[in-house]
Nanobody, 123 residues
Framework: QVQLVESGGDLVQPGGSLRLSCTAS????????IGWFRQAPGKEREGVSC????????SYADSVKGRFTIFRDNAKNTVYLQMNSLKPEDTAVYYC????????????????WGQGTQVTVSS
């Protein structure tokens, strides 16, 4: 049974950094696009970043460009989200998700989701 598991969420001060990990079980991440999403209290879920199956193509929401970096290690079956210069508005539950069908693009409503990991940015 396919499962995505996020880790790395924590409490961090503004300006700090975190690295989130997304690891697949029951299915390999190789060659499929993976997306990171987040949902803050009182807000709709939003797409944060997407990476193609090979890692050669990436995209970011305007709100995180220049601060977040998505990358993957297919040998470890893991996708990462490096988050730098964190702001309080980055506080949210972060999810990784995929359809395991598209090589290049992330769906707005992927089939498979992780349980989420809490990121809290506060002084």
């Amino acid at each position: 049974q396919v499962q995505l598991v996020e880790s790395g969420g924590d409490l961090v001060q503004p300006g700090g950094s975190l690295r989130l990990s997304c690891t697949a079980s029951g299915f390999t991440l190789d060659y499929y696009a993976i997306g990171w999403f987040r949902q803050a209290p009182g807000k709709e879920r939003e797409g944060v970043s997407c990476i193609s199956g090979s890692g050669g193509r990436t995209s970011y929401a305007d709100s995180v460009k220049g601060r977040f970096t998505i990358f993957r290690d297919n040998a470890k079956n893991t996708v990462y989200l490096q988050m730098n210069s964190l702001k309080p508005e980055d506080t949210a539950v972060y999810y990784c998700a995929s359809d395991f069908s598209s090589v290049y693009y992330c769906s707005e409503n992927p089939r498979y989701w992780g349980q989420g990991t809490q990121v809290t940015v506060s002084s």
